[in-house]
């Protein structure tokens, strides 16, 4: 007869080293994170006594003064007699004029030419080659300042440029009509942003019960009276005005109207055109990623090309493009603090101003640094959100 080893003391032998190796790694995480912490304390420590020694004062007091600098270009309410605190709000919604609008505009020609790289038209295909080959191999920096450069060459406001109606372009920047916006239109403009999301949650809905009883139901109405019919009854209720106010040429200046100012303007088209380059890269490989056997099958069903590539491609090829899109929405937003060499007050160029008023550089630089991280750590909460929605679900 042969006798078996009992299992039990395996079992057990083996969730005692995995017990020890648990131990040992968590004794190590310790110890490394108390390394850390203590190299970081006695870098602070030894900050805070050099700076007593000098005499400079420490902390964020500072915040609370009268800042004295003047900020051109701001949608928020400023004047020179406000504290800094309020001077790097001003900074902060800069910094997200640039880099939100740059996104979304990035996302849309940059999607556009990665679809015109893949075109059997072989003149679009080359010209999309060119733009993203030309624009990814100069540096951000240059481009910054060629389009700055172009924007101060353009005709003075006397002689502005009217491509359309009621838009100007002249070394002043880019004027355009605009409609004044109150806390009614604010209100009315959130109304119809909840009127989507409930749209959307009603979408699920009827898709759920069609697939459910197989019976198609419309989503029209629905759409009619959440996105349209609610926002305009309190539009009416409100007394809003939509009324748009077109710019005029008034001696040296225009009145009226929303004004993009030629250093704002220059950033955007640079940061734009620049991550646009990489992203047309990544859409690119990313439906060069889905099997042709998609494309053969769509084929054979008789599908049009423009309905194959927007509901059955794309969604696929979107588990390839989000996380590397990912990376070139930081680096649009992270980049957006070139704007201090054309002169742009976003929060880097707001902190330097600070710095070089107060002395505080530890304080500002840690505002600045608090910021991006910030910002970018919603970026990354966001996409990596969307990432784990869209990604396949293994059974």
Not at 1 to 23: G, I
Not at 33 to 61: K, P
Not at 295 to 312: C, E, H, P, T, Y
């Given at each position: 007869?042969?006798?078996?080893?009992?299992?039990?003391?395996?079992?057990?032998?083996?969730?005692?080293?995995?017990?020890?190796?648990?131990?040992?790694?968590?004794?190590?995480?310790?110890?490394?994170?108390?390394?850390?912490?203590?190299?970081?304390?006695?870098?602070?420590?030894?900050?805070?006594?050099?700076l007593s020694v000098r005499r400079i004062s420490t902390g964020f007091?500072?915040?609370?003064?009268?800042?004295?600098?003047?900020?051109?270009?701001?949608?928020?309410?400023?004047?020179?007699?406000?504290?800094?605190?309020?001077?790097?709000?001003?900074?902060?919604?800069?910094?997200?004029?640039?880099?939100?609008?740059?996104?979304?505009?990035?996302?849309?020609?940059?999607?556009?030419?990665?679809?015109?790289?893949?075109?059997?038209?072989?003149?679009?295909?080359?010209?999309?080659?060119?733009?993203?080959?030309?624009?990814?191999?100069?540096?951000?920096?240059?481009?910054?300042?060629?389009?700055?450069?172009?924007?101060?060459?353009?005709?003075?406001?006397?002689?502005?440029?009217?491509?359309?109606?009621?838009?100007?372009?002249?070394?002043?920047?880019?004027?355009?009509?605009?409609?004044?916006?109150?806390?009614?239109?604010?209100?009315?403009?959130?109304?119809?942003?909840?009127?989507?999301?409930?749209?959307?949650?009603?979408?699920?809905?009827?898709?759920?019960?069609?697939?459910?009883?197989?019976?198609?139901?419309?989503?029209?109405?629905?759409?009619?009276?959440?996105?349209?019919?609610?926002?305009?009854?309190?539009?009416?209720?409100?007394?809003?005005?939509?009324?748009?106010?077109?710019?005029?040429?008034?001696?040296?200046?225009?009145?009226?109207?929303?004004?993009?100012?030629?250093?704002?303007?220059?950033?955007?088209?640079?940061?734009?055109?620049?991550?646009?380059?990489?992203?047309?890269?990544?859409?690119?490989?990313?439906?060069?990623?889905?099997?042709?056997?998609?494309?053969?099958?769509?084929?054979?069903?008789?599908?049009?090309?423009?309905?194959?590539?927007?509901?059955?491609?794309?969604?696929?090829?979107?588990?390839?493009?989000?996380?590397?899109?990912?990376?070139?929405?930081?680096?649009?937003?992270?980049?957006?603090?070139?704007?201090?060499?054309?002169?742009?007050?976003?929060?880097?160029?707001?902190?330097?101003?600070?710095?070089?008023?107060?002395?505080?550089?530890?304080?500002?630089?840690?505002?600045?640094?608090?910021?991006?991280?910030?910002?970018?750590?919603?970026?990354?909460?966001?996409?990596?959100?969307?990432?784990?929605?869209?990604?396949?679900?293994?059974?």
């Amino acid at each position: 007869m042969t006798t078996s080893t009992p299992e039990f003391p395996r079992r057990r032998a083996l969730r005692l080293s995995l017990n020890r190796q648990q131990v040992t790694g968590l004794v190590w995480q310790i110890v490394v994170v108390g390394i850390a912490v203590a190299v970081i304390a006695w870098l602070w420590s030894n900050a805070l006594h050099n700076l007593s020694v000098r005499r400079i004062s420490t902390g964020f007091a500072f915040l609370g003064r009268e800042a004295g600098m003047p900020i051109a270009d701001s949608w928020l309410a400023y004047s020179p007699k406000n504290t800094y605190l309020r001077a790097f709000l001003v900074g902060i919604v800069n910094t997200l004029r640039v880099a939100v609008i740059g996104i979304v505009l990035a996302t849309v020609l940059g999607t556009m030419i990665g679809i015109a790289r893949l075109s059997r038209n072989w003149l679009l295909s080359r010209l999309a080659a060119v733009y993203v080959e030309m624009l990814r191999d100069i540096p951000l920096l240059l481009q910054l300042l060629f389009w700055y450069v172009l924007m101060q060459g353009l005709p003075a406001a006397r002689a502005a440029w009217k491509p359309i109606e009621g838009i100007f372009l002249s070394n002043r920047g880019l004027v355009l009509p605009s409609i004044p916006i109150d806390e009614a239109n604010l209100w009315v403009i959130a109304a119809a942003v909840a009127g989507l999301i409930v749209l959307h949650l009603v979408r699920r809905q009827l898709i759920a019960r069609q697939l459910a009883d197989g019976k198609p139901r419309h989503l029209w109405p629905y759409a009619l009276a959440l996105v349209a019919g609610w926002p305009a009854l309190l539009s009416f209720a409100l007394g809003a005005s939509w009324t748009i106010t077109m710019p005029e040429l008034r001696g040296f200046n225009f009145v009226g109207g929303l004004t993009l100012a030629p250093e704002y303007f220059a950033l955007l088209i640079a940061l734009v055109t620049y991550t646009s380059a990489f992203i047309a890269e990544i859409v690119r490989s990313g439906i060069q990623a889905v099997p042709r056997g998609q494309w053969d099958a769509a084929n054979a069903l008789g599908l049009k090309k423009s309905f194959v590539l927007q509901r059955i491609v794309l969604p696929q090829a979107l588990r390839v493009i989000i996380p590397p899109m990912t990376s070139q929405y930081l680096n649009l937003t992270k980049n957006s603090s070139l704007a201090v060499a054309v002169g742009y007050q976003d929060v880097v160029s707001i902190a330097n101003t600070t710095l070089n008023q107060t002395g505080q550089a530890i304080e500002a630089i840690a505002l600045i640094m608090m910021v991006f991280l910030t910002i970018s750590l919603g970026i990354s909460f966001f996409m990596n959100w969307y990432n784990a929605r869209i990604a396949l679900v293994e059974r």
